[in-house]
């Protein structure tokens, strides 16, 4: 639980983050932010998102004592992809090819992306040994330092490299302070084996490439809105999709640092049938999460624009926001329900069609809607190629005959985030403030939990009296003295 909780922090805080910066760099020099930081990301995922699962996937702390091997593979695949990265961007610097951006933006973008990569590897080793301190300890360090180094770099220069070299450097600065216990002293040099990188870029390129495939369409999006309204329109475009985005998948993520382990857990030791019957566990309690965030977001839109959202952007946010929330929401039910589906059966294929599949969708809508003066075509664009993206995915997933959870299970948190809906929906018309933002948020949580409960989503009573029996037992459960006291 604590694992839950600080992950759920991290992404605070990254929000946070997000939002200062573009408070202090403004929506021209944040649109270069964001579309370097989209770059970045890429960079992360076609480099070394598919290390992070592997380790995810592969290493244990068994694996570490008994196949050194495998932890060797994986870093020797990092610093290679590192070397050849750096390589990269030299050959571009020297080049004499003129970009949109300058070689500055470029090379900081690529280290942006080499370090957010060392992060997630990283945390992906402390997560798959459970080393829930070390874990803790580097999101912290990089949190602290995200906000001095980053937010400090835009708001002292306005400048977006500047700003990306903060991100560089708080990551350096907390795997440096916090990432020792990670070393792992039996996989040097030279113990690492080819037959295994390939085994794990058979097992993770197709999800990272279908990873690529939705990150690409953003990140075209937003440099499409660049060139035919501005750089200031791509940051107001690039704001809404990031906040939202990192709204919905902080949560999911946050819940998935859990779940996963546990089916790949039941995987290990029980066999594909009990792993496939804790996917749909899984499956129902981030819908149960997720369906009502979305819409809850929706409800309190006017009032988390004009408390929350830098006053250069509000206008444009909710706008944007609005045409691109379906779509968030179907991303991010694909990566974390139906994704997990071909992960645990190794069966990664489909998703590059599902990636496909979106992408396709994405320049067909972009063709077929009428254009205006702004980027709100490309936002609708977007939600629907999204949503097509996970229509293929259920698709492909009902192929391989997973275990669905009950058709119960759907109805009872569609009922229950629907009726909330109803009952928040008439506060949406008061003034925008912090009075009602509170009061639809503690509307809206008070009667999505009570519905919840009546309705037991995602098993609600069985989790809630686990919890107060625990507590029974701890409260009770000490042992006693020959005096009767509690020792």
Request: with cysteine.
């Amino acid at each position: 639980m604590i694992v839950g909780i600080a992950f759920a922090a991290n992404a605070l805080v990254n929000f946070l983050v997000g939002l200062l910066v573009a408070k202090f760099l403004g929506p021209t020099e944040y649109g270069r932010f964001a579309i370097c930081f989209a770059a970045a990301a890429i960079v992360n995922s076609a480099g070394f998102d598919w290390i992070r699962l592997s380790a995810i996937r592969f290493y244990s702390e068994r694996a570490r004592l008994e196949r050194p091997e495998v932890r060797a593979t994986l870093d020797d695949c990092v610093a290679v992809l590192a070397f050849l990265i750096s390589l990269i961007v030299l050959a571009i610097a020297f080049s004499g090819v003129k970009l949109p951006l300058s070689t500055g933006l470029i090379a900081m973008a690529a280290a942006t992306g080499v370090a957010s990569g060392l992060y997630d590897y990283s945390t992906a080793l402390a997560r798959a040994r459970f080393l829930d301190r070390t874990y803790i300890a580097i999101i912290v360090a990089k949190n602290l330092l995200g906000l001095l180094l980053t937010v400090g770099g835009a708001w002292l220069f306005q400048s977006a490299a500047l700003a990306l070299a903060g991100v560089t450097l708080s990551v350096a600065g907390a795997l440096v302070g916090a990432g020792r216990p990670l070393i792992d002293r039996g996989a040097g040099h030279g113990v690492g084996r080819w037959s295994l990188a390939k085994s794990f870029m058979a097992y993770g390129l197709p999800f990272v490439t279908s990873g690529i495939l939705f990150q690409a369409m953003p990140l075209a999006n937003r440099a499409l809105v660049g060139g035919l309204f501005g750089f200031g329109e791509a940051g107001q475009f690039s704001l809404a999709n990031d906040l939202g985005l990192r709204v919905l998948a902080a949560i999911a993520s946050a819940l998935d640092v859990l779940l996963f382990q546990l089916a790949v857990r039941a995987d290990e030791t029980h066999g594909p049938a009990r792993a496939r019957a804790q996917l749909a566990e899984n499956m129902t309690t981030v819908l149960a999460i997720i369906l009502p965030t979305a819409i809850g977001l929706w409800l309190v839109l006017p009032s988390f624009e004009a408390l929350i959202v830098p006053e250069a952007f509000r206008g444009p946010f909710a706008r944007y926001l609005t045409a691109m929330l379906p779509g968030l929401a179907a991303y991010v039910t694909l990566q974390y329900t139906i994704s997990p589906i071909f992960q645990i059966a190794k069966r990664p294929t489909p998703m590059i069609i599902v990636g496909l599949a979106a992408c396709a969708a994405n320049a067909l809508f972009i063709l077929l809607f009428p254009h205006g003066a702004d980027g709100f075509s490309l936002a609708l664009a977007q939600s629907g190629a999204q949503i097509v993206g996970l229509a293929t995915g259920i698709a492909f997933a009902a192929a391989t005959r997973p275990h669905w959870p009950r058709r119960r299970d759907f109805g009872a948190v569609a009922l229950a985030a629907g009726v909330m809906a109803l009952i928040v929906l008439p506060l949406r018309a008061r003034a925008p403030g912090a009075l009602t933002m509170a009061m639809q948020v503690g509307v809206g949580v008070a009667s999505y939990a009570a519905l919840a409960y009546l309705l037991d989503v995602a098993k609600a009573r069985a989790r809630i009296g686990a919890v107060m029996e625990a507590r029974r037992t701890r409260r009770h459960g000490q042992p006693r003295s020959s005096t009767g006291r509690a020792r």
